[in-house]
Nanobody, 122 residues
Framework: QVHLVESGGGLVRAGGSLRVSCTAS????????MAWFRQAPGKQRELVAT???????NYVDSVKGRFTISRDNAKNTVYLQMNSLKPEDTAVYYC????????????????WGQGTQVTVSP
């Protein structure tokens, strides 16, 4: 069982940047596809970005060109660099390990962190 811990969230003004991190223990992340999800108040959790074992990435349209997912396997950590933040990016951000795509849909596993709050003020 992999244990995930997110960090790096905070309060930032619109147009600003934040980098959130997800560090794993109990297993090596290098074997997993990793994903970042987010959940805004009153909304369902949504996929933001994925990075597979080979480093290929995918993004939801709303963050393309603004967010970058990356992984440092030596540090067992996955990052989400968020630039040009908008108030609608406000959410709790969660990482997930070991999911997979099937017919274009990403299916997460039960391996979730506790989340980190990102708040973007106007």
């Amino acid at each position: 069982q992999v244990h995930l811990v997110e960090s790096g969230g905070g309060l930032v003004r619109a147009g600003g940047s934040l980098r959130v991190s997800c560090t794993a223990s109990g297993s090596t992340l290098s074997i997993f596809t990793m994903a970042w999800f987010r959940q805004a108040p009153g909304k369902q959790r949504e996929l933001v970005a994925t990075v597979n074992r080979g480093g290929s990435t995918n993004y939801v349209d709303s963050v393309k060109g603004r967010f970058t997912i990356s992984r440092d396997n030596a540090k067992n950590t996955v990052y989400l660099q968020m630039n040009s933040l908008k108030p609608e990016d406000t959410a709790v951000y969660y990482c997930n390990a070991g999911g997979a795509y099937s017919s274009g849909i990403y299916y997460p596993t039960a391996n979730w962190g506790q989340g980190t709050q990102v708040t973007v003020s106007p």
